[in-house]
């Protein structure tokens, strides 16, 4: 089992920044997606940005396309935690975002599917205004 914990949300202007973090507990294995998704009120969940990381303790990051170049996904493998840095915010990025990590993948390709992912924490609140 993994517990999984975020904070560093909160209410920001639109161009404003902030830093999520998430600190993962319980069981350690590698080859491993974790990353972070959001859900906006009425929309699905959407993926934001992932890493999987290898037993060798390479990783890969990815980011879906609206908000590279604005978000930058970090992580310390000692300490068993991420830190998601968000700038320039747009009102379109408020949604709930929750971390999540999967179980054991083969490979990269199936860190952007949010079924792939066993563990999920709680969400901490995003909104961005105008």
């Known amino acids: 089992q993994v517990l999984l914990v975020e904070s560093g949300g909160g209410s920001v202007q639109a161009g404003g920044s902030l830093r999520l973090s998430c600190a993962a507990s319980?069981?350690?294995?590698?080859?491993?997606?974790m990353g972070w998704f959001r859900q906006a009120p009425g929309k699905a969940r959407e993926r934001v940005a992932t890493?999987?990381?290898?037993?060798?303790?390479?990783?890969?990051?990815d980011y879906v396309d609206s908000v590279k170049g604005r978000f930058t996904l970090s992580q310390d493998n000692t300490k068993n935690t991420q830190s998601l840095y968000i700038s320039n915010l747009k009102t379109e990025d408020t949604a709930m975002y929750y971390c999540?990590?999967?179980?054991?993948?083969?490979?990269?390709?199936?860190?952007?599917?949010?079924?792939?992912?066993?563990?999920w924490g709680q969400g901490t609140q995003v909104t961005v205004s105008s």
């Open positions: 890493i999987y990381t290898r037993d060798n303790g390479q990783s890969t990051t």
């Open positions: 319980g069981d350690t294995y590698s080859n491993y997606c």
């Open positions: 999540a990590k999967s179980r054991s993948m083969w490979d990269s390709t199936s860190c952007p599917y949010a079924g792939n992912y066993a563990y």
